[in-house]
């Protein structure tokens, strides 16, 4: 029987599993990922926000795995080596080899060479990193609440959040705490109002490349929250108490973010093939690496294109869920003896949360929403996405301990 390496199990590698075991192909899945579970990242500022907890935002990949049939099957391991030529992967712990190989191992931040960014920047890429903000940011506003009476002595006493990068994650995060904050210090009668949220963004403008509409209705949502917003300066330095901007401004920061960019993960430029400046691997139309017709590599590791047009795909989820699912399709085809025909992702549009019940998106053939509206529908894409996972990891479950 043929087997099926897919290593990742992100938005891309589960839709792939989700999509081929709907295919019923004579096939054996081995999904492979060095955490258990599954983090969607989309929904974490409802968890930042205490709407939800850490249940709500993982789908556990042993159970989905065993839910998905009984030729699929789940390894909790770290890949550290690929062999293309002897079509094998090893780990810490093991070596597998394949028929087709599925990479759909992510991406992580960008941390340009900044002076003290690394060490004073918190995060949600992860979990880790996202639960550590967390709980960073909810000490901070302990340590205010304890200083409470400086502060309503002191008039100039202020908490201050900085956001470093003003692209869709920056912009969500600020509207978020925003909201957030000011709603809590509001229903615990907090008598400091100090509360001074700052986002810098490096481009003339924040959401640079995005359109119009979705970029004015996120200007005036931020400045409604009282969120600063700085433009055409680049931070040049972090420390403890201060962010740098290259202008010779200094911003304050009690909890800084920082959210400038993606890179792919580290395996891919440990590959020996053709990347990106962001170390996406380059493929074709059919996600194949130059000269590898049996590996695919999908999702934010890979620069993925409109092979029609030649525009290259933002890195976001709804482009991972289609790659894994084309990707099903294609080697389907292949199983069955027949070359598939290219199938192109397409990007249907973006709806972005601003804080609280509010948001801002936009369809492809033109729509354009926000407000109440606009976070309802994000609500939506999300849950049509999770509850049939959160069906099918039950049913793993209830499998695996009956």
């Known amino acids: 029987m043929k087997k099926i390496v897919v290593v990742g199990g992100g938005y891309a590698g589960v839709s792939f599993a989700r999509m081929f075991s709907r295919l019923n192909a004579d096939a054996e899945v081995y999904i492979i990922d060095q955490n258990p579970y599954q983090y969607l990242q989309p929904e974490v500022y409802n968890f930042i926000a205490n709407k939800y907890l850490i249940s709500d935002i993982i789908i556990d990949l042993s159970t989905l795995a065993r839910g998905l049939g009984d030729r699929f099957f789940f390894f909790k391991e770290k890949v550290t080596y690929i062999d293309f030529d002897k079509n094998r992967i090893e780990g810490e712990k093991f070596g597998l080899n394949y028929d087709y190989l599925v990479l759909s191992v992510g991406s992580r931040t960008f941390f340009p060479p900044i002076e003290g960014l690394r060490e004073h920047a918190s995060g949600v890429k992860t979990l880790d990193r996202s639960l550590n903000f967390k709980q960073k940011f909810e000490k901070k506003i302990l340590q205010k609440i304890k200083e409470e009476e400086k502060c309503y002595i002191q008039k100039d006493s202020q908490f201050n959040i900085v956001v470093g990068g003003a692209g869709l994650a920056g912009v969500e995060i600020a ?198 509206p606009a976070y ?9 996405y999770k509850l049939p996972l959160r069906y099918i990891s039950k049913k793993g479950y209830r499998s695996l301990t009956e």
């Open 175 to 372: 509207a978020e705490m925003a909201h957030y904050s000011r709603e809590f210090f509001k229903k615990i009668g907090f008598l400091c109002d100090g509360l001074n949220i700052s986002i810098v963004e490096a481009a003339d403008r924040i959401l640079p490349g995005i359109d119009p509409f979705v970029y004015e209705t996120a200007y005036r949502r931020l400045k409604s929250l009282g969120v600063n917003i700085y433009t055409g300066k680049k931070i040049v330095k972090v420390d403890a108490t201060d962010v740098y901007l290259e202008d010779g401004t200094c911003i304050k920061q009690d909890f800084f973010i920082w959210t400038g960019g993606i890179v792919a993960s580290s395996l891919i430029s440990k590959l020996g093939i053709k990347t990106n400046r962001r170390n996406q691997a380059i493929v074709d139309e059919y996600f194949n690496p130059e000269g590898i017709d049996n590996v695919f590599i999908i999702g934010d590791c890979g620069e993925i294109k409109d092979f029609r047009t030649g525009e290259v795909l933002p890195p976001m989820a709804q482009i991972a869920i289609q790659t894994g699912e084309i990707t099903a399709g294609y080697i389907n085809s292949l199983l069955k003896g027949s070359k598939p025909e290219p199938v192109s992702p397409v990007f249907r549009g973006m709806v972005s949360a601003l804080g609280g019940r509010y948001g801002v998106g936009m369809i492809k053939n033109g729509i354009k929403f926000k407000g109440f």
């Open 376 to 384: 309802l529908f994000k609500e939506a894409v999300f849950l049509h």
